[in-house]
């Protein structure tokens, strides 16, 4: 019932048309929580409303998407707020209200209903799988459990921030290749398309037989002028099959993970981040006093790629035979010797969260260092690709007129 009334009492935005003292015509916007509110808002103004109506606001695209990001700030802005001494319920009011995500500002208020009606914090998040997933609500129920939720706060905005930042890195690598290779597939298609013909119908003078190179390329081109629709239809199935593939085969999944940490240029940093995350959890998990069978099995499901996700459940298993993390995590194969050699001395001195932490940031930093190698590196590559498919076109075109030229 808390909740019902909880709802009835929200404000909204609603247009308005009157008139004032003078006779004037008067529109606007006003909020209020309901029209009968308004109009008596308004006769207190001195305006006479002939039409009040709610303000439909229809964003587009629908809701704004409440990404992972916007959970880091959030659990931020609660960790700080928490830190300073702010009642929770009023730290709710107190984020959502600076908010521009609508969406957002709708769960942290649901929370926030959720928490005023008797359920606790951790119990709450779990009402919105979406957004917060399984080790979040475990590492914030710890601390709820504990007594310390503002130390827990912090260690997992520390968490989500650090883990935002090496997918921000991660993307970094793969935007700048990826958006060049596709301007030249489509700068090449409408050379293919549009330029090709014309030079097509000038060689048709000619009388003469055209270069190999010339005759393939004007091949592709009429290809491409009788096909276009069905060449972009392909390449859309190809996509939309690659993602559903993806999606619902375990085997295919695992097939492009391992792909991935096997690619000759991309490899490498793949692997250093799965790396990097897999410290990160089980270091933030462990440190909050999470058994570390629990602490693994959210590290599986955090990995990122499902070879190590099955790598980190057989380690989970060989723990929960009595064996030592860094035994298990040697027999894989999987993980690099530093990381093994860490993990063993946090084993022996009692300090494997600091160790894995210590692992964390190293590897994060690798991340970092192979990101700005990596684009260095791909630039002249890139260069040289743009060179071979727009050059070797324009070259192809103009092989002809060379050819006449030397033979006047």
């Not at 014309?198 to 048709?204: A, I, K, M, P, R």
Request: proline letters at 3%.
């Amino acid at each position: 019932m808390a909740k019902k009334e909880k709802k009835l009492d929200k404000t909204a935005t609603f247009l308005y048309k009157g008139k004032d003292k003078r006779g004037t015509k008067v529109k606007g916007e006003i909020t209020g929580k309901s029209a009968a509110a308004v109009k008596l808002e308004l006769r207190k103004q001195g305006i006479t409303a002939n039409s009040v109506n709610k303000k439909l606001e229809l964003p587009i695209g629908g809701k704004p998407k409440v990404t992972a990001a916007d959970i880091a700030v959030f659990t931020r802005q609660m960790a700080t707020m928490m830190k300073a001494g702010v009642p929770l319920v009023q730290s709710f009011e107190i984020v959502a209200d600076g908010l521009d995500n609508s969406s957002l500002r709708e769960i942290i208020l649901g929370i926030k209903a959720e928490v005023e009606g008797g359920n606790n914090f951790g119990g709450a998040l779990r009402k919105y799988p979406d957004q917060f997933d399984n080790l979040f609500c475990s590492l914030v129920e710890a601390g709820e459990a504990s007594g310390a939720l503002e130390t827990m706060l912090e260690r997992v905005a520390l968490y989500k921030e650090k883990s935002e930042a090496l997918k921000a890195k991660i993307k970094k690598a793969l935007k700048y290749p990826i958006s060049v290779v596709v301007v030249a597939i489509i700068v090449t298609g409408i050379l293919l398309v549009k330029v090709v013909p014309t030079f097509e119908e000038l060689f048709e003078g000619f009388g003469a037989e055209l270069p190999a190179f010339t005759q393939m390329v004007i091949g592709m081109s009429r290809w491409m002028v009788a096909n276009w629709l069905l060449a972009l239809i392909i390449v859309g199935a190809v996509i939309v099959g690659i993602s559903q593939l993806h999606k619902r085969s375990p085997q295919f999944r695992r097939a492009m993970d391992r792909a991935a940490l096997k690619a000759p240029l991309f490899g490498d940093l793949a692997y250093k981040a799965v790396v990097a995350r897999y410290a990160r959890t089980l270091s933030t998990t462990f440190a909050a006093g999470v058994p570390l069978i629990e602490a693994l099995e959210a590290c599986a499901s955090a990995a990122g790629n499902t070879v190590y996700e099955d790598a980190i459940l057989a380690v989970r298993d060989d723990v929960a035979t009595g064996q030592q993390l860094q035994f298990a995590m040697r027999v894989t194969g999987l993980f690099p010797s530093m990381a093994l050699q860490m993990v063993a001395i946090g084993e022996e001195s009692g300090a494997l969260d600091a160790m894995l932490e210590k692992v964390a940031d190293y590897y994060e930093a690798e991340v970092d260092n192979a990101v700005d190698g990596l684009t260095s590196m791909m630039e002249p590559l890139i260069m040289s690709v743009l060179g071979v498919l727009i050059g070797g076109l324009i070259v192809a075109m103009y092989l002809p007129i060379f050819q006449l030229g030397s033979v006047v």
